[in-house]
């Protein structure tokens, strides 16, 4: 049993462990290359017998595991075994199975020293079966072998979840604030968009309306010729108000212009109130309103909004 404690003592220093699927293939392979009754063991015979598929990795099981097995086939041996097969003895099923006899010798001669491997107690070809005891010592390592891929698994699933998991909370953390933040900005961004409504648009909104609406209104009452004590003097006076809420936006150049319209357009409509109410001039100073209207609407709304030069006539 030298050969066994060198084995036992040198196991445990192996680091190749399976998936647990291959481990209960290796159970297999190992009860078999025990109890077989040719210590060669083909690893095409084990795909046949085990029903595995044509392209499952045998030989890498095999040979991730020298503490069970040797590699290869000594070549004597397997001369040996080759000739007896050719006198039809110690056939395995999986060449027995081929029905053409032609077939069957090119397969037999085609077997090579690298197409097979032995148990690592069954070293000579007149090795007898193993033991009880060393077919369980061998199943109690690919035992310890399932039980250490477990263990480097679970130990793999922990150290991903302390990181993923601090990670992730992070991540959320951070998802979070950025998402208070950018809501903060829009609710700052918001309020600034209204105090700039508040203090700059509205003014200018409502100074706009209320300086065309009396343009309106006062040539309007100059035009029915109304007293001058009532309604053109009152009109004349809101466009004057309107001009002085407006008076802060608009640049030195827009302020003088349109200042300037307006004085003409209030000698204009006083004019206008004085004038008979079938004189030939009327038409003449309906086109003139027409153009002053034009002019107020295109260049102050173009100074108030626009940030456009104010042009004259």
């Not at 290869?72 to 050719?86: A, G, H, N, S, Y």
């Not at 690592?120 to 039980?147: C, N, T, Y």
């Not at 700039?196 to 003014?203: A, G, H, N, Q």
Request: glycine letters at 4%; one cysteine or more; aromatic letters at 12%.
């Amino acid at each position: 049993m030298d050969l066994f404690e060198n084995i036992k003592g040198r196991m445990t220093k192996r680091v190749c462990i399976n998936t647990p699927d291959e481990l209960d293939i290796l159970s297999a392979v190992w009860i078999l290359s025990c109890n077989d009754e040719n210590p060669i063991i083909t690893y095409e015979g084990i795909k046949h017998r085990l029903d595995l598929s044509p392209d499952f990795k045998i030989e890498e099981l095999i040979h991730c595991r020298g503490e069970l097995f040797r590699r290869k086939i000594p070549t004597r041996p397997l001369e040996v075994w080759k000739q007896e097969m050719r006198e039809g003895k110690h056939i395995p099923s999986w060449i027995a199975d081929i029905e053409n006899e032609t077939e069957r010798q090119e397969k037999i001669d085609s077997i090579t020293v690298h197409d097979g491997f032995r148990n690592q107690f069954r070293a000579k070809m007149s090795a007898p079966q193993v033991s009880i005891d060393v077919i369980k010592w061998g199943l109690e390592h690919i035992e310890r072998l399932r039980k250490a891929g477990a263990e480097a698994r679970e130990e793999k699933v922990k150290k991903i979840t302390g990181i993923i998991v601090p990670i992730a909370s992070m991540s959320i953390a951070f998802f979070a604030m950025f998402i208070s933040a950018y809501l903060q900005y829009r609710s700052i961004n918001t309020q600034i968009e209204l105090k700039k409504y508040e203090t700059s648009f509205k003014p200018k909104q409502e100074g706009y309306a209320l300086f065309m609406d009396s343009v309106a209104k006062s040539y309007d009452s100059a035009y029915k010729g109304m007293p001058f004590e009532q309604e053109l003097p009152n009109n004349l006076d809101k466009i004057e108000i309107a001009y002085y809420t407006l008076e802060p936006f608009l640049s030195e150049e827009a302020r003088n212009a349109i200042w300037e319209q307006y004085l003409q357009y209030s000698v204009m409509c006083l004019e206008l109130r004085e004038e008979p109410a079938k004189s030939p001039d009327i038409e003449r100073y309906n086109k003139s309103y027409i153009q002053y209207k034009s002019y107020f609407r295109e260049n102050l709304y173009k100074a108030l909004f626009a940030d456009e030069p104010t042009k004259r006539y």
